[in-house]
């Protein structure tokens, strides 16, 4: 059982940056791909950003690649998504997501753990 809470979602202004983190329980931490997913109002959730459990590969959505990084620290139990150069549409609730593989093309329902979600607001 992997149990996970992100952190660090607030208001920030378009072109500014944020980062969010989520902070995963359990020892098995590197044996899982972490990622991040989003919501935005009147949208299905959709994939963000992933990374393999040794933090050796990463993985991007087409609209956020160049301005958003996930990394993780295995030591902390964490991962974190830095989002540059923001805009408005970026706004959503993001979600962190923690399953034996992740990947974009993964669909949202058959991830394995989920995190109760962070608001992101980009203004314009």
């Known amino acids: 059982q992997v149990q996970l809470v992100e952190s660090g979602g607030g208001l920030v202004q378009a072109g500014g940056s944020l980062r969010v983190s989520c902070a995963a329980s359990?020892?098995?931490?590197?044996?899982?791909?972490m990622g991040w997913f989003r919501r935005a109002p009147g949208k299905e959730r959709e994939f963000v950003a992933a990374?393999?459990?040794?933090?050796?590969?990463?993985d991007y959505a087409d609209s956020v690649k160049g301005r958003f990084t996930i990394s993780r620290d295995n030591a902390k139990n964490t991962v974190y998504l830095q989002m540059n150069s923001l805009k408005p549409e970026d706004t959503a609730v993001y979600f962190c997501?923690?399953?034996?593989?992740?990947?974009?093309?993964?669909?949202?329902?058959?991830?394995?753990?989920w995190g109760q979600g962070t608001q992101v607001t980009v203004s314009s």
């Open positions: 990374v393999s459990g040794s933090g050796s590969s990463t």
């Open positions: 997501a923690a399953d034996r593989r992740l990947r974009n093309g993964v669909p949202p329902k058959a991830v394995a753990y």
């Open positions: 359990g020892r098995t931490f590197s044996s899982y791909d």
